[in-house]
């Protein structure tokens, strides 16, 4: 098995090392598929637009497994509520976020050219194709999971007061 892969950012433009594993669970058709689910459900929820700093702890709090199984299973649940009966999710989550910048950009990126995002007054994100989101969320099984986990996430974070206030209690800062 090859590891240390190097692949192209079209982020930093630099490369980065990773194994096989690595380039094949953060591509960016599939984290961006996370973060796209993440973007229509924050932005059907919320007053204003996700912020793009926002996604980067909320797609990594999906991707993360031992997080992600503790998102609720239902919309209608209060984040702060949840994450003061799960402090544990904020153990090293700052770190990890860090680490996901470059795949989680990538994915942006990606999502941007095949038209299903797009970005909205200076910060803001939207879905600029629901249609075709909606068609990509049926298609795999596998997928089942994660796009459930960041509808959810998206959802109760765009119910929450601010993007500010809920980098706050996530112990994160800008």
């Given at each position: 098995m090859k590891t240390?892969?190097?692949?192209?950012?079209t982020w930093k433009k630099v490369k980065v090392e990773q194994s096989v594993e690595t380039q094949n669970l953060l591509n960016p058709a599939f984290c961006g598929l996370i973060v796209a689910n993440i973007i229509d459900s924050y932005n059907s929820k919320a007053k204003q637009h996700i912020p793009f700093y926002l996604l980067y702890p909320l797609?990594?709090?999906v991707l993360h497994k031992n997080t992600r199984i503790r998102i609720p299973s239902r919309a209608s649940a209060k984040i702060h509520t949840w994450i003061q009966e799960n402090?544990?999710?904020k153990i090293g989550l700052a770190e990890r976020s860090k680490s996901m910048v470059p795949f989680?950009?990538?994915?942006?990126?990606?999502?941007?050219?095949?038209?299903?995002v797009s970005g909205h007054d200076n910060i803001?994100?939207?879905?600029?194709?629901?249609?075709?989101?909606n068609k990509i969320?049926?298609?795999s099984d596998f997928m089942a999971g994660y796009s459930v986990s960041s509808?959810?996430?998206?959802?109760?974070?765009g119910n929450f007061n601010g993007p500010i206030s809920l980098m706050a209690i996530l112990g994160l800062r800008l």
């Amino acid at each position: 098995m090859k590891t240390g892969l190097k692949r192209y950012s079209t982020w930093k433009k630099v490369k980065v090392e990773q194994s096989v594993e690595t380039q094949n669970l953060l591509n960016p058709a599939f984290c961006g598929l996370i973060v796209a689910n993440i973007i229509d459900s924050y932005n059907s929820k919320a007053k204003q637009h996700i912020p793009f700093y926002l996604l980067y702890p909320l797609t990594t709090m999906v991707l993360h497994k031992n997080t992600r199984i503790r998102i609720p299973s239902r919309a209608s649940a209060k984040i702060h509520t949840w994450i003061q009966e799960n402090e544990q999710i904020k153990i090293g989550l700052a770190e990890r976020s860090k680490s996901m910048v470059p795949f989680i950009s990538d994915s942006i990126l990606f999502m941007a050219e095949q038209d299903v995002v797009s970005g909205h007054d200076n910060i803001g994100l939207v879905i600029k194709n629901k249609r075709t989101l909606n068609k990509i969320n049926k298609m795999s099984d596998f997928m089942a999971g994660y796009s459930v986990s960041s509808k959810v996430i998206g959802a109760i974070s765009g119910n929450f007061n601010g993007p500010i206030s809920l980098m706050a209690i996530l112990g994160l800062r800008l």
